[in-house]
């Protein structure tokens, strides 16, 4: 499935998905990434590659969270006081900031979703503030603008 290609920077790869979605499976995260975030990413076209839908059953889900990143042009993190609680999450987040030093593109976007202090590695990034509605339908065309774009730019 995956049409992800190695390239030196500069050269142009073919990715699987425009995003893969980085969050954290509980309340209130879970149903607002599933059913506003998602659909409001994927109605001008951008290919979301999540969880739910995405990752084969029966399949380690950590070869999954792998596969979800490389084959992704950018992972998009969700973050929340129970992202930042989550070994999983930490390393979907770990894998993307890896890949994006190994291949010297920006591989990973963060959005708040609520208030939280994220580590050091993420807030030395510029994110985006989505923690409320006005804001979330502010940013959004920046956001989909961003998934557009080269992770080489």
């Not at 999540?50 to 792998?66: A, N, Q, S, T, W």
């Not at 999450?89 to 959005?111: F, H, V, W, Y």
């Amino acid at each position: 499935m995956s049409t992800s290609t190695s390239t030196s920077r500069g050269a142009t790869a073919c990715f699987a998905f425009d995003v893969f979605i980085s969050y954290r499976q509980l309340e209130p995260d879970l149903p607002w990434v599933r059913n506003i975030l998602a659909p409001a990413l994927e109605a001008p076209g951008l290919r979301v590659c999540i969880d739910y839908r995405d990752f084969r059953l029966g399949r380690p889900v950590i070869r999954e969270m792998e596969r979800g990143v490389e084959t992704s042009k950018f992972t998009l993190a969700i973050l929340s006081p129970a992202y930042l609680e989550s070994g999983f999450t930490e390393l979907e987040n770990i894998l993307a900031q890896s890949l994006g030093l190994e291949k010297a593109q920006r591989r990973l976007i963060c959005m708040m979703y609520q208030p939280c202090r994220p580590r050091l590695g993420i807030r030395s990034a510029i994110w985006m503030d989505m923690t409320d509605q006005e804001k979330f339908t502010a940013n959004l065309p920046g956001l989909i603008r961003e998934l557009h774009s080269s992770p080489d730019e």
